[in-house]
């Protein structure tokens, strides 16, 4: 396993991941909350307790530290994705990139509500409905096939890889 194409790969996915799925989050906590920067402060619940929780107003102690954890998350969730599909030439099709990066994401959901303890759970539960939490996974997943595209088509062109 060459780990260093793994975390360069997680890096890129999960960075494209993490702003989608941050765009979807500002977008439905605009729309659920009457505030766009309410989920991702919650995210922030982990370390700062409940007060995240009730948190609408942006601010570098929830706003920061939230999208901090959710961009960690991201990162580390593309870095296993990476990691599963190197050394199989069939992960660079689009097909088999999206599969995989949806798969990914339905795994980091599962974790996330149904493995984790409720203090390290996303938060952002709290503030969204639903169906747009379902959102949040789905660009997560589009983030992280496209990044993994990306990143792999970029791994092919060059020479020294």
């Given at each position: 396993m060459d780990w260093k194409l793994v975390f360069r790969e997680g890096l890129v996915a999960g960075s494209l991941?993490?702003?989608?799925?941050?765009?979807v989050l500002l977008a439905c906590g605009r729309r659920?909350?009457?505030?766009?920067?309410?989920?991702?402060?919650?995210?922030?619940?982990?370390?700062?307790?409940r007060e995240s929780l009730r948190t609408d107003r942006m601010d570098a102690r929830h706003t920061l530290a939230g999208y901090a954890t959710h961009h960690a998350a991201s990162v580390f969730w593309a870095s296993l994705h990476a990691a599963a599909a190197q050394g199989r030439p069939a992960t660079r099709q689009a097909a088999?990139?999206?599969?995989?990066?949806?798969?990914t994401s339905a795994i980091?959901?599962?974790?996330d509500y149904r493995v984790v303890p409720k203090r390290l759970t996303p938060g952002f539960e709290h503030r969204i409905s639903p169906a747009a939490m379902t959102g949040v996974y789905v660009a997560l997943a589009v983030g992280l096939a496209a990044g993994a595209l990306l990143a792999r088509r970029a791994r092919r062109?060059?020479?020294t890889t």
């Open positions: 991941g993490s702003l989608l799925s941050s765009l659920d909350a009457g505030s766009a920067v309410a989920p991702v402060n919650a995210v922030s619940h982990w370390l700062w307790g088999v990139a999206v599969a995989g990066a949806a798969a980091a959901c599962l974790v062109c060059d020479p």
